[in-house]
C-alpha cells in the first residue's frame, strides 16, 4: 500500500516558523515530483512547493523567500520549512507526487492544520 502522512502542524504566530514532515510508503518515491498543497477553508487547493527527484524547486509566488521545500530520498521523507509565517498562510497542507500522469497517492489524505495567528 502507498501511504503518506503529514506531521509537524500547528498554531503559531505571525512571524513564526514551522517544519512540516510528509513520510511515505510504498516503491520508486525518487521518481516521483513531491509537492505540498494546502487548502484553506472555502476555497480551492493550491500547490505551494515542489521538488523534483533530483532537486529543482518551485514555490509559488507568495510564498518564495519564506518556505523552503526539500526531501531525503533515502528516507522516503519530502519537508516544508515555513519562516515568517502569515496569517494567509493558514490551511491544511498536504504533500502528494506526480510521475507524468500518476499520482504517487490515490487519494488526498488528512493533511496537517497550520494556523497563524495571534
Known amino acids: 500500500q502507498v501511504q503518506l502522512v503529514e506531521s509537524g502542524g500547528g498554531l503559531v504566530q505571525p512571524g513564526g516558523s514551522l517544519r512540516l514532515s510528509c513520510a511515505a510508503s510504498?516503491?520508486?518515491?525518487?521518481?516521483?515530483?513531491m509537492g505540498w498543497y494546502r487548502q484553506a477553508p472555502g476555497k480551492q487547493r493550491e500547490l505551494v512547493a515542489s521538488i523534483t527527484s533530483v532537486g529543482s524547486t518551485y514555490y509559488v509566488d507568495s510564498v518564495k523567500g519564506r518556505f523552503t521545500i526539500s526531501r531525503d530520498n533515502a528516507k522516503s521523507m519530502v519537508y516544508l520549512q515555513m519562516n515568517s509565517l502569515k496569517a494567509e498562510d493558514t490551511a491544511v497542507y498536504y504533500c502528494n507526487g506526480r510521475r507524468g500522469s500518476i499520482w504517487y497517492g490515490n487519494s488526498w489524505g488528512q493533511g496537517t492544520q497550520v494556523t497563524v495567528s495571534s
Open positions: 510504498g516503491s520508486i518515491f525518487s521518481l516521483y515530483v
